[in-house]
């Protein structure tokens, strides 16, 4: 039999406690004095640990502008044998007469930070030094103009001559001698100087510079300079400042105009809505404005989220430069008729819409129901105003005196494209002539994604020109810009329906349509569109297109014709409105087929229906 001997070894961990790390400041706080425009008062303070080493890590002021503090004395490092002296200064150049107070924090490495507390009492300034008499200046002028001038005084309480140099840290300060001499300042010798503003590059609004006046003995001066530019009006003229809207529960409004002009140069750096019902897109010009080149918007009011009742909603224009234009906006909803359900029918009353990859178009049947009319009025209206309404393909406003019938809903392609990803309401308003609180609402719905096969975008602005001239007069001239976003070159179709009355010119783009040329460019492109009364001899209307194709293989998918419609499996819908549309080659290539197998089984002898 073995024995088997178990041995225990049972071991204890002292730790001998740590004590943490600090630093002392001696003294916590301090009291110093000062005059205004004097020199700086300063005050040692001794830092001390209470363990072998503290790091200092960070020194800081919460009142930087008067307030410092360095080690001047010792290092960053400091023992219970080697302690650091820490000087604190307070600056009394800028500082009005009165009572101050900050605070300095020393922070260590490990352990609590300590703070020092300074009360600085100021004092008024000494009758020694250079002064300055007004203390401050305050100019208006109006936008584009320069303020009238104003005397600034510059003495010296000593009679010990001090040279003065005259700065300012904005561009728009001029300041110029008119008596005494700057190089020679003295008790018995002030300089006097005439100070001006000027807004010839400022836009409307209140600015703020300084003046700094540094003699050779002694502190700085600062006098500072307000400047109202334009009486404080907005950098943006809107005219109207403000838009009154109605529309019934449900409805969104068909859209206002509002012209953007300004007296400079000036960018609109983004559009600020401070209610969800209100938007807002450009529809002349562009977000760029100034005296010559102005622009306009199209403001949208949308209810279909909203009860009955009046809401107030703000439209913010934020410039580059100058104050923002903030554009008022009062809308009134009604309850309408049984919530958007009139007497008058549809056969659909809701269509969503997808771009570029979904359903763009489609057919809404609308007929007299119960109402008892021959006819009926519509209001069109969309987001952004991409709804074309009727074979005639009609925007957003109002159309009375519409006969019942079928018409075509569509989705502009060409507003489409420059939307940026989102959701964008539409609505039709069908209104009872006889009776305007019947109403039947059709909801339209346009949802535009980012799609990586959908062509680059190409659009043109303005998206059309207009002249007017008497026959024989001189030739008038605009600028038309055809912007691409692809490295794809991009074909330009220009076509005339009243012979060569017009000429176009640009890079790589020249000629007169008589009656149609083409030409291709890259890129974004500026063209000269010039029309020459010289040779039209009627008075009427003259009018002329431009198609302009990406041409590339992806964008290639659509092509310009005139075929009746058919469904995605061939059947016939009816002819295409009038005039000339995109019809999709894959769509065209199925009519080929199905006309070829119709052909070939009555070749056959087979009796076949329906079809083209």
């Given at each position: 039999?073995?024995t088997?001997?178990?041995?225990?070894v049972?071991?204890?961990?002292?730790?001998?406690?740590?004590s943490?790390?600090?630093?002392?400041?001696?003294?916590a706080?301090?009291?110093?004095?000062?005059n205004?425009?004097s020199?700086a008062s300063?005050?040692?303070?001794?830092?001390?640990?209470t363990?072998?080493?503290?790091?200092i890590?960070?020194?800081?002021?919460?009142q930087?502008?008067?307030?410092?503090?360095?080690?001047?004395?010792?290092?960053?490092?400091v023992?219970?044998?080697?302690?650091?002296t820490?000087?604190?200064?307070?600056n009394?150049?800028r500082?009005?007469?009165?009572?101050?107070?900050?605070?300095?924090?020393v922070?260590p490495g490990?352990?609590?930070?300590?703070?020092?507390?300074?009360?600085?009492?100021?004092?008024?300034?000494?009758?020694s030094?250079?002064?300055?008499?007004?203390?401050?200046?305050s100019?208006?002028?109006?936008v584009?103009?320069?303020?009238?001038?104003?005397?600034?005084?510059?003495?010296?309480?000593?009679?010990?001559?001090?040279?003065?140099?005259?700065?300012s840290?904005?561009s728009?300060?001029?300041?110029?001698?008119v008596?005494?001499?700057?190089?020679s300042?003295?008790?018995?010798s002030?300089?006097?100087?005439?100070?001006s503003?000027?807004?010839s590059?400022?836009?409307?609004?209140?600015y703020t510079?300084?003046?700094?006046?540094?003699?050779?003995?002694?502190?700085?001066?600062?006098?500072?300079?307000?400047?109202?530019?334009?009486?404080?009006?907005?950098?943006?003229?809107?005219?109207?400042?403000?838009?009154?809207?109605?529309?019934?529960a449900g409805?969104?409004t068909?859209s206002?105009s509002?012209?953007?002009t300004?007296?400079?140069?000036?960018?609109?750096?983004?559009?600020?809505?401070?209610?969800?019902?209100?938007?807002?897109?450009?529809?002349?010009?562009?977000?760029?404005l100034?005296?010559?080149?102005p622009?306009?918007?199209?403001?949208?009011?949308s209810?279909?989220?909203?009860?009955a009742?009046?809401?107030?909603?703000?439209?913010?224009?934020?410039?580059d430069?100058?104050?923002?234009t903030?554009?008022?906006?009062?809308?009134?909803?009604?309850?309408?008729?049984?919530?958007?359900?009139?007497?008058?029918?549809?056969d659909?009353?809701?269509?969503?819409?997808?771009?570029?990859?979904?359903a763009?178009?489609?057919?809404?049947?609308?007929?007299?129901?119960?109402?008892?009319q021959?006819?009926?009025?519509?209001?069109?209206?969309?987001?952004?105003?991409?709804?074309?309404?009727?074979a005639?393909?009609?925007?957003?406003?109002?159309?009375?005196?519409?006969?019942?019938g079928?018409?075509?809903?569509a989705?502009?392609?060409?507003?489409?494209?420059n939307?940026p990803a989102?959701?964008?309401p539409?609505?039709?308003?069908?209104?009872?002539?006889?009776?305007?609180?019947?109403?039947?609402?059709v909801?339209?719905?346009?949802t535009?994604?980012?799609?990586?096969?959908?062509?680059?975008?190409?659009s043109?602005?303005?998206?059309?020109?207009?002249?007017?001239?008497?026959?024989?007069s001189?030739s008038?001239?605009?600028?038309?810009?055809?912007?691409?976003?692809?490295?794809?070159?991009?074909?330009?179709?220009?076509?005339?329906?009243n012979?060569?009355?017009?000429?176009?010119?640009?890079?790589?783009?020249?000629?007169?349509?008589?009656?149609s040329?083409?030409?291709?460019f890259?890129?974004?492109?500026t063209?000269?569109?010039t029309?020459n009364?010289?040779?039209?001899i009627?008075?009427?209307?003259?009018?002329?297109?431009a198609?302009?194709?990406?041409?590339?293989?992806?964008?290639?998918?659509?092509?310009f014709g005139?075929?009746?419609?058919?469904?995605?499996i061939?059947?016939?819908r009816?002819?295409?409105?009038?005039?000339?549309v995109?019809?999709?080659?894959?769509?065209?290539?199925?009519r080929?087929?199905?006309?070829?197998?119709?052909?070939?089984?009555?070749?056959?002898?087979?009796?076949?229906?329906?079809?083209?």
């Amino acid at each position: 039999m073995k024995t088997f001997l178990l041995l225990f070894v049972v071991c204890f961990l002292f730790v001998a406690p740590v004590s943490a790390q600090s630093l002392t400041a001696s003294p916590a706080t301090l009291a110093l004095t000062g005059n205004t425009g004097s020199a700086a008062s300063t005050q040692a303070v001794v830092l001390t640990a209470t363990s072998d080493s503290v790091a200092i890590s960070a020194i800081t002021s919460d009142q930087p502008s008067w307030l410092t503090a360095s080690v001047t004395g010792g290092s960053f490092t400091v023992t219970a044998n080697a302690p650091a002296t820490l000087t604190i200064s307070a600056n009394p150049t800028r500082l009005a007469a009165g009572v101050y107070i900050g605070h300095i924090t020393v922070a260590p490495g490990t352990g609590p930070t300590i703070t020092i507390t300074v009360t600085f009492t100021v004092g008024a300034a000494s009758g020694s030094g250079v002064g300055a008499n007004p203390a401050s200046l305050s100019f208006t002028a109006p936008v584009g103009q320069t303020s009238p001038s104003q005397n600034l005084t510059i003495s010296n309480g000593s009679s010990t001559p001090v040279l003065v140099t005259v700065g300012s840290d904005v561009s728009w300060i001029a300041a110029q001698v008119v008596s005494g001499n700057v190089n020679s300042v003295a008790s018995n010798s002030p300089a006097v100087l005439s100070v001006s503003a000027n807004a010839s590059n400022l836009a409307s609004g209140t600015y703020t510079g300084h003046l700094a006046i540094t003699p050779s003995i002694g502190d700085q001066i600062v006098v500072t300079v307000t400047f109202l530019v334009g009486n404080g009006n907005p950098t943006i003229l809107a005219s109207p400042p403000g838009l009154t809207f109605a529309a019934t529960a449900g409805q969104i409004t068909a859209s206002k105009s509002v012209a953007l002009t300004s007296a400079i140069a000036v960018t609109i750096t983004s559009i600020n809505y401070d209610v969800p019902w209100l938007s807002a897109v450009v529809t002349s010009g562009t977000l760029n404005l100034g005296p010559n080149t102005p622009g306009s918007l199209a403001v949208t009011a949308s209810a279909t989220t909203l009860g009955a009742g009046t809401y107030t909603g703000h439209l913010s224009l934020i410039p580059d430069i100058g104050t923002p234009t903030v554009i008022t906006a009062t809308l009134t909803v009604s309850a309408g008729g049984s919530s958007g359900v009139g007497t008058i029918a549809v056969d659909q009353s809701s269509f969503n819409f997808q771009y570029p990859d979904g359903a763009l178009a489609s057919t809404v049947t609308i007929s007299a129901g119960t109402s008892g009319q021959q006819a009926f009025n519509v209001t069109v209206a969309s987001q952004g105003n991409w709804l074309r309404f009727a074979a005639s393909r009609v925007p957003a406003g109002t159309y009375n005196n519409v006969q019942f019938g079928q018409f075509p809903v569509a989705v502009d392609t060409t507003v489409a494209a420059n939307l940026p990803a989102g959701t964008y309401p539409g609505s039709l308003a069908l209104i009872n002539p006889a009776n305007a609180n019947d109403v039947t609402m059709v909801n339209l719905t346009l949802t535009v994604s980012s799609s990586a096969g959908a062509p680059a975008a190409v659009s043109a602005s303005p998206a059309a020109l207009s002249f007017t001239a008497s026959p024989g007069s001189a030739s008038q001239s605009q600028f038309l810009t055809l912007i691409s976003t692809s490295t794809a070159p991009v074909q330009l179709n220009v076509t005339s329906f009243n012979g060569a009355f017009f000429s176009i010119s640009g890079a790589g783009c020249a000629g007169s349509p008589s009656p149609s040329f083409a030409c291709s460019f890259v890129g974004t492109q500026t063209f000269t569109i010039t029309v020459n009364p010289a040779n039209l001899i009627n008075q009427g209307k003259y009018s002329a297109g431009a198609i302009v194709k990406n041409t590339a293989k992806h964008a290639a998918l659509f092509e310009f014709g005139t075929q009746a419609r058919h469904t995605d499996i061939g059947a016939n819908r009816g002819s295409m409105p009038p005039g000339r549309v995109f019809i999709t080659r894959a769509i065209k290539a199925r009519r080929q087929m199905y006309t070829a197998l119709k052909d070939l089984l009555v070749r056959k002898g087979l009796l076949v229906s329906g079809g083209e």
